[in-house]
Structures are given as C-alpha cells and as structure tokens.
C-alpha cells in the first residue's frame, strides 16, 4: 500500500467520522463529567457542612439550657457536664462527639454568664461559645483549592432560670 492510499483512506476515514453525528453525546459528556463530578462534590461537602453546622448549634443550646437551671456561679463539676453534654451529647462524655471538629485542639468551647438590667431588675444570661474546625468529607479537594481551613463559630444565649 502506498503512502497516498494510506493517505487518503485516513483521511476518509476522519471525513466520514466528522459527518457521522451520532457520537456527539458521547464526547461532549467526556468533556463534562470532570467539571460536573466537581460539581457535586462540592455540593455534597457543603451539605455535609450545614450539617455539622446545625449539629453545633444543636448542642451548643442544650449546653446553654443545662447551665440555665444549674446553680450560679457554675462549679467545676458543672462546667465538665455542660462540656460533655455540648461535644458528646453525653453528661458523662462517653459518647462520641458530635461535631467530628472537636477533636482537633484548635477548638475551644466557653461557658460565661452575664448580668443584664432592664425595668430596674436584673437578669442572668448564660452564653455557651464555640469555635470548632470543619472536617470536610473531601479535605483534599478543599485544600486543592485553596481552603485551607474553615471554622464554625456558633453561639447561644439563655437566660438563667434557676435549680
């Protein structure tokens, strides 16, 4: 076969294969699917993050309710159940946390209360807050882009209302 014959029969070849449209589905979905499995992802950690997000503030209420109807000013005993209660949902802290962030030492958690006066009368409000790293469901691909890290900082106040 000569190098012409060989020429034109490629060349043939690719004229028929760009008249022939059927295959146009195909390729142009082989262009997408990486932008739109990228896609996805994203939505899915971001949804992951409202998630934790709301679980944080979740437990950050019920930490905030218990040290309302605990005895002012707060014992140490206390501030440990109300600790163990926020980031396990357990008193006693034995079960596992509720915001995976918590066991990253860069989270922090704060039990304060406050006299406010309003009417010539004087009120206690507990404030319970945190600042806990997002563990993200696909951290390579946040850091990939330039995410390196985030955290939820949530707060919630109560007022005091006594044994």
């Known amino acids: ?14 004229v028929a294969a760009l008249k022939c449209r059927r295959a146009i589905a195909a390729v142009e ?7 739109l499995a990228l896609v996805m992802v994203g939505i899915i950690d971001f949804g992951y993050y409202i998630n934790q997000s709301n679980e944080l503030d979740k437990s950050l209420r ?10 002012l000013p707060l014992s140490g005993g206390s501030q440990a159940t109300i600790e163990n209660l926020v980031k396990t949902g357990t008193a006693d802290g034995s079960g596992d946390f509720v915001v995976p962030g918590w ?17 010539g009368n004087s ?27 985030i955290t939820m900082n949530a707060a919630h106040e109560q007022a005091y209302v006594g044994d």
């Open 1 to 14: 076969m000569s190098m012409f014959s060989l020429l034109t029969k490629v060349s043939g070849n690719a």
């Open 29 to 35: 979905f082989a262009l997408f699917a990486p932008l």
């Open 62 to 71: 019920v930490g905030a309710m218990l040290a309302a109807r605990s005895s």
């Open 103 to 119: 066991s990253d030492g860069a989270s922090s958690l704060a039990v304060t209360t406050s006299t406010y006066s309003a009417g």
């Open 123 to 149: 009120y206690e409000v507990i404030k319970v807050v945190a600042s806990v790293p997002y563990k993200a469901l696909f951290s390579g691909l946040l850091h990939t882009y330039g995410f390196m890290s």
